[in-house]
């Protein structure tokens, strides 16, 4: 990014983050969210061929849930936009067939989680089928969708105004996020997400910082939020050259 951009981790995790933004305008910031959640590709089950199917449920249904079961995705250097990757799995019953019964032809295209339950198998009954995950994007189907909650809002700023006049009793002021106060980045759960426990004799106004903005990102695990923010920010520079090559023409 930018040398004018300044960003700064509140919460950190390989799925799940909160991070502040400075020194971005409010369509960047929209168009960074739109971006992770419609622009970054990421590899899903698309096509599945059953060898057998013997459950309650048809081979739709199942074809279905094979589909929404996240992939972890490998670099884009690593595989090229046609790219195919073959899963298969075998499972009979009595027992639950998991996600991680899927099998992958490729190291780098697994299930993100194991534990995603497909279909309960009864005495005798099996699923058996071959399956082709591919790369897409969001925009095209909900299942190519790398993160599952992405969102925005400005940053707050505290500001102490007065000590609460004398046998006042303080009202609760709500506020969710993440806000700044005397220089600091507080999470609001610290205090309740109210103002009131955190400055019980003040009276205290909120105020939006001007072209800061806080992220919440959470990715079904295909990447972790780094490589999602990092790929939505090289599409957004991809298409802007574009724009401009166009333009030039």
Same mark, same amino acid.
């Given at each position: ?155 707050? +700023?505290? *500001? &102490? !105004? @007065? %000590? ?6 303080? $009202?609760?002021?709500?506020? +969710?996020? *993440? &806000? !700044? @106060? %005397? ?6 759960? $610290? ?9 019980? %004799? ?17 990715? %079904? ?29």
């Amino acid at each position: 990014m930018s040398e004018e951009y300044d960003v700064e981790f509140v919460e950190r995790d390989d799925r799940e983050a909160r991070f502040l933004v400075r020194g971005v305008t409010p369509a960047f910031a929209n168009g960074i969210r739109r971006a992770m959640l419609a622009d970054v590709p990421t590899m899903a089950i698309d096509t599945v061929r059953f060898v057998e199917n013997s459950s309650v449920m048809f081979d739709e249904q199942l074809a279905l849930r094979l589909g929404l079961v996240p992939l972890t995705t490998p670099p884009e250097d690593e595989f090229g936009e046609d790219a195919t990757v073959t899963l298969s799995i075998d499972v009979e019953g009595p027992a639950t067939a998991y996600s991680g019964d899927l099998e992958s032809s490729d190291d780098l295209v697994q299930p993100a989680d194991e534990n995603v339950p497909i279909i309960e198998l009864k005495d005798g009954q099996r699923l058996e089928a071959e399956a082709d995950a591919v790369l897409d994007r969001g925009k095209d189907h909900a299942k190519h969708q790398g993160g599952v909650a992405v969102g925005y809002r400005h940053l707050q +700023r505290v *500001v &102490v !105004e @007065d %000590d609460l006049p004398e046998f006042e009793e303080p $009202e609760a002021q709500i506020v +969710r996020g *993440v &806000v !700044e @106060d %005397d220089g600091e980045l507080v999470p609001t759960s $610290e205090f309740d997400h109210d103002l009131s426990n955190r400055y019980p %004799d003040k009276q205290v106004s909120v105020e939006d910082v001007p072209n800061a903005f806080v992220f919440h990102v959470e990715t %079904d695990g295909s990447f972790t939020v780094e490589e999602l923010v990092t790929r939505a920010a090289e599409t957004l520079e991809s298409r802007a050259t574009e724009l401009e090559d166009a333009v030039q023409l």
